[in-house]
């Protein structure tokens, strides 16, 4: 009898420690993640990247519910603001230029991202690691038009007079887009906002003469259609990927939650994200099989 207490004042010793250690399923604090909110943007790239985010931690035991199409960086920004999401991929340069509105602007990689890491963490976010892609506002015209005008850089749009310029509307009023056009080459134009989505459709039928695009765009490949013009002035900066974490949920997720988002990441290369986009874009399919295909064949580690 006395032995059967030892051994059951032995097991029940160390439960704590079980408990602690924790699983997959089970929180920091023990018991079942609570779920997570993840928002996304209101284009292509944006709803792949939740999916990416989400199959791969659902994979790894959290629960995660998507929201996604909330709108642009703004839009999504206060919804982490308010609580009304938990987290979101971001582009390291919008965070500086446009949420954090910082005038300075960065003159590397390294240093958006720490610049943007230190805004989200005096607001209790967390900016998990960058991406080693990235997708960086663009201005595009036809392969036709750059070769009738001998359009090459921004400075060159000079010789078209006052244009019509495309974009999505929000980039209207942002410095990485039509303000900083103007105030960096002096350019005149009619800005035209478009619905996601339907850049490459108003340039081909000839509603506009420029569009704002993201450089991981799949269409871009199609070079004997379209010409990215060259950023001299390098007024769309560095936009490399991240999370926007609340702080709290890290800690209440444990820190497999991190690692596995990270792990994802370091999968986003330049070619990768404009093979995803084309898959949505060109060939119609869905972006969760998309993402559940990338992770097949580049898991998460």
Do not use: W
């Not at 659902?58 to 999504?76: C, D, L, M, Y």
């Not at 390098?234 to 890290?250: C, D, E, H, M, S």
């Not at 990270?262 to 998309?290: F, H, Y």
């Amino acid at each position: 009898m006395a032995r059967r207490l030892l051994v059951l004042a032995v097991l029940l010793a160390g439960a704590p420690l079980l408990v602690a250690c924790g699983s997959p399923g089970s929180s920091a604090r023990g018991g079942e993640h609570p779920v997570v909110r993840l928002g996304t943007k209101n284009f292509t790239e944006q709803f792949v990247l939740g999916e990416l985010y989400a199959q791969a931690l659902r994979a790894a035991g959290f629960r995660v519910e998507v929201k996604g199409n909330i709108g642009s960086s703004e839009v999504v920004d206060r919804a982490l603001a308010s609580g009304r999401i938990d987290l979101y991929p971001e582009y390291t340069g919008v965070i500086v230029r446009e949420l954090a509105d910082e005038p300075r602007r960065p003159r590397s990689a390294a240093e958006t991202y720490e610049r943007a890491k230190a805004f989200e963490a005096r607001r209790g976010f967390e900016l998990l690691a960058k991406s080693p892609g990235f997708d960086r506002l663009a201005n595009v015209v036809s392969a036709a038009d750059a070769r009738r005008h001998g359009l090459r850089t921004m400075s060159d749009l000079e010789r078209l007079g006052r244009y019509r310029y495309g974009g999505f509307p929000e980039n209207k009023v942002r410095f990485q887009g039509a303000v900083g056009v103007r105030r960096a080459y002096g350019l005149e134009f009619a800005f035209v906002p478009l619905p996601a989505g339907g850049h490459y459709e108003a340039l081909d039928r000839g509603a506009v003469d420029v569009i704002d695009v993201g450089s991981t765009d799949a269409q871009l490949a199609e070079r004997s259609r379209y010409r990215v013009l060259a950023d001299p002035k390098g007024i769309f900066g560095y936009q490399n990927i991240a999370p926007v974490v609340r702080r709290t949920v890290l800690e209440e997720q444990g820190p497999g939650f991190a690692r596995t988002l990270d792990a994802v990441t370091a999968r986003l290369t330049n070619g990768a994200l404009q093979e995803m986009n084309g898959d949505v874009d060109l060939r119609g399919e869905r972006p969760a099989d998309v993402a559940a295909r990338f992770l097949r064949e580049h898991p998460p580690r």
